[in-house]
Structures are given as C-alpha cells and as structure tokens.
C-alpha cells in the first residue's frame, strides 16, 4: 500500500532455496486464473489483503505507532460516515485513494459488507491521496465539495464505479469530476466556489496527516474500533468484525 504512499505493498521475499520448478508452476497457476467474474471477485478481494499486509516499507516501530494512535483518532467528528451509520459501536474506517487500482478493485467487497452488516457496523470513509496518483487529490477535493451539499455518498460511489475512465492519466480531471457533480445534481456555482476553498483541500490534508500519524503507509488501510488491522485473508476481516459484534 511506496516511499511513503505507495498504493502497494513489496512482495514478501522469495526463499533463496525455493526449487524453480515450483516458481513455474506458481506462475502457471497465476496465468490460469481468468475466469471472468471469478477473476474480478479474487483480485478485488486479494489486493485489499495484499496492500493492507505489514511490509517492509512501514516506517516507525510498534512502539511509534502505538504512541501515535494515542494522539490522533481513527475517526474525527468531520469524518464521512458512508451509508446509514451503525447502531452497535463498531466502525470500520478505510483511508482510501480514489485513484488507487487496489482501492478501486476492493470497492465491491467493502459495498458487500456495508449490505452484510446494515445497521451493525458504521463505515467510514478517509482521505488519503497518494501524490505519485496525478488526480487523486482533484478526485478527494471533488468529494469534499459534494459532501458540503450533501452528497459525499453519490460522489464516493460515482469515483469508484467511473475510475477506469480517468485514473492513471496525467491532465486533470477536474472538470470531468464537475461534470459528475452536475449529474449528481449538485448546485455547480457552490461545488465551483467550494472546490476552489482552500479549506477544502484543507480537510483532505488533515485526513492525510492523520493517516500519515496512525501508521498508514499506503491504501487502503483500515482500522476496526481505532485498531489497525494486519489482514492475511477476506476471512480475516469478516471475522474481525464478527468477533467486534460478538458473533
């Protein structure tokens, strides 16, 4: 999940006496996995696993994260809540790139478990834009300028379900991003004024800076109830969950 922000983490060092024959079956299976829907479903839910591993690029010890998470929050009173909040005290926080591929390709999974968990867990979504990404910040100031209308929701759903059509590019997407926000219905002259409010950018620094302080290295990464969680598998998280409802 990168010097500082990478959007993915190193591989784990191969052993140096892995016999060969085994690396080439391992790419042979690889290459075989393209299954359609299968192949979208299995990348969606390994790369969220994959970037959200501890990896070698993490800068600070346990120690440091520790004294960090003591000072800034998982969660702010200005963090956007995504969906109907929780009625339990369980939340799950994703700081997030718009533009990350692994963000985008673990978006369907996290909206299943925003329909799995309706009314038990609070999702909450924060800003982390990874500045080798050219319109990720374009793309979180987009989404601040939609929450101050009320509509952080349509705008988060619209960057993702829309990502293959404009990340990775080099010009700014902008005014692509005030073309969805007049499709989305938003008042332009305000979505205009806002998105040139230095306090918007502001409030996607501030989200980025505490990400930065509680440990995140890279997106997405989440937190369950404040903890960062070190997942190894889908089963990880749900259990994770599970086990924070007291199922």
């Known amino acids: 999940m990168n010097t500082q922000r990478n959007s993915a983490r190193q591989n784990p060092p191969r052993s140096a006496d892995r016999p060969a024959a085994a690396k080439k079956r391992t790419g042979r299976t690889t290459l075989w996995i393209n299954v359609g829907a299968v192949l979208a479903f299995v990348l969606a ?30 969660v702010r009173e200005d963090s956007h809540v995504v969906g109907e909040p929780g009625t339990g005290d369980v939340t799950l926080v994703e700081f997030l790139d718009f533009e990350c591929e692994a963000c985008g390709a673990a978006f369907p999974f996290v909206e299943s478990l925003r329909e799995k968990y309706a009314g038990d867990v609070t ?59 007049e499709e989305l219905g938003l008042d332009l002259t305000k979505y205009d004024a806002d998105v040139a409010d230095p306090t918007t950018e502001e409030r996607v620094r501030s989200d980025q800076e505490d990400g930065t ?33 007291g199922r």
């Open 45 to 74: 839910v390994v790369v969220i696993f994959l970037v959200t591993r501890p990896g070698s690029s993490g800068s600070g010890s346990a120690d440091s994260d520790s004294a960090a998470a003591s000072v800034v929050e998982a």
């Open 123 to 181: 999702f909450v979504a924060r800003y982390f834009p990874i500045p080798s990404h050219k319109n990720a910040l374009n793309a979180a100031i987009a989404a601040e300028s939609a929450a101050r209308q009320g509509k952080f929701d349509e705008m988060y759903v619209m960057l993702f379900e829309t990502q293959k059509e404009w990340a990775e590019q080099q010009d700014s997407k902008a005014e692509l991003f005030r073309q969805y926000a």
């Open 213 to 245: 302080a509680l440990g995140v290295a890279g997106t997405p990464t989440f937190f369950l109830n404040g903890e960062r969680l070190e997942l190894q598998s889908a089963d990880d998280l749900v259990s994770a969950i599970d086990a924070a409802l």
